[in-house]
């Protein structure tokens, strides 16, 4: 809408100048967000989720929030679920932190930590919850024994598992092509970022002391640099056994420069998550396994739980949370797929084998699945990648 003053010219000069003065000091803030709604009406408050950066992982994770929103009926309790995709940087979601804070539209708050032990990131958190907002964890944590008091839940993966559990099956494929020592080399975004180092620690610990971890390679969700950070470690470490990928866009990273430089005989390949490109590189050899989270169900069960925090529904958390008093009893995990080639299933000589897993199997933590298997559960939420 344009406004005129027809009574003062100058005015008018005066309010104009201020807002584009105040558009221009505001641009970079705006620009780092990207925002997917569902429709509550007027007047509806928001449930607000901040990824830690722009990646199809999350595109998966806001289809996950849709489906919430319209199995909890957010629409009927008048709030409309957000995704805001964060620029990367500890920064941006300081500042958008700060803006919610003022905003009397927020009913709740999900983030996806990009530093665990960011002073500020805590900070901010814990001002929108002394206003009455509930703050949540979702895929990143705050590093709890930190900061204890920064939030009451996280909806995600055990990472530590996680990060055990691929390093296992990496342990079983090296052995099974004769690799009884040797290093491998971890990519990720952040090094400090609470999910990448409890996956990074939790395979290096799997692996164990024959297998040398060479490096950790971080790359700040710069695309470009994940490929020449393989390509550099490829140069620093040509004899190198195996690269991990941490983080989705780690994975197809991996496996392109892997093949760009005809290296896939030497060099093993375990991922975590399973973006679009990774799910294709695994179909043509390039890939020996990854282990996927669920991040459609992290958005469903944010919604659940930011609704019961709003309204007070005290048995849908004691459900979720059933143990919340005891250490570790306030995060709710959404479960691991360890997903294979087609051509290992049903193989005797198959490197991997459900008895390799069987702890984690009984246990209802991990699911093993053929890329077959896999693709054809992606096709039935009309999804690409998880």
């Known amino acids: 809408m344009t406004v005129v003053f027809r009574s003062s010219y100058r005015f008018c000069f005066l309010f104009l100048f201020l807002c584009g003065f105040t558009s221009i000091g505001c641009k970079q803030s705006v620009d780092s967000y990207s925002v997917n709604k569902t429709n ?11 990824t830690n950066g722009d990646d199809p992982y999350f595109d998966v994770l806001n289809a996950g929030l849709q489906a919430g929103a319209e199995k909890y009926d957010l629409a009927g309790s008048k709030i409309e679920v957000v995704m805001e995709k964060n620029n990367a940087t500890a920064q941006g979601q300081i500042n ?8 009397a539209d ?54 530590s598992i996680a990060g055990r559990l691929l390093g296992t099956a990496a342990k079983k494929v090296l052995e099974a092509r004769g690799v009884d020592e040797g290093g491998f080399i971890q990519f990720t975004g952040f090094t400090d970022n609470d999910n990448a180092r409890a996956r990074m ?58 093949v760009e430089r005809r290296a896939r005989g030497q060099i093993s390949i375990f ?20 282990i996927v989270q669920n991040p459609f169900e992290m958005g469903v ?4 739980l930011l ?38 299933a049903g193989d005797s000589n198959s490197p991997i084998s459900a008895k390799d897993l069987e702890s984690a199997i009984s246990a209802g933590t991990l699911e093993v699945l053929t890329l077959s298997v896999f693709r054809e559960w992606l096709k039935k939420y009309d999804l690409s990648s998880s």
């Open 106 to 159: 927020v009913a709740g708050v999900a983030i996806s930590v990009i530093q665990a032990e960011n002073v500020a990131i805590v900070e901010e958190m814990k001002r929108l919850a002394e206003k009455g907002v509930p703050v949540i964890t979702v895929d990143g944590d705050i590093n709890h024994n930190l900061f204890l008091d920064a939030r009451p839940f996280y909806i995600g993966t055990d990472n």
């Open 201 to 258: 620690n939790g395979c290096r610990d799997a692996l164990g002391k024959k297998y040398i971890e060479l490096d950790r390679m971080a790359d700040s969700f710069d695309h470009s640099r994940a490929r020449d950070n393989v390509r550099t470690a490829l140069v620093n470490h040509p004899d190198v056994n195996a690269l991990v990928g941490i983080w989705a866009y780690n994975a197809p990273a991996i496996a392109e420069v892997v």
């Open 271 to 290: 991922t975590f998550d399973a973006a679009a490109q990774a799910i294709e590189h695994m179909k043509n050899g390039h890939i020996d396994c990854m």
């Open 301 to 304: 069960q944010t919604v659940r």
């Open 40 to 50: 509550a009406g007027e007047n509806s408050k928001r449930f607000i989720f901040i």
């Open 96 to 103: 958008r932190l700060r803006q919610l804070v003022t905003q």
């Open 307 to 344: 609704l019961a925090m709003v309204e007070e529904q005290d048995a849908v958390i004691a459900e979720m949370f059933p143990n919340s008093n005891e250490p570790g009893g306030d995060k709710y995990t959404t479960g691991l797929r360890l997903i294979i080639p087609d051509d290992w």
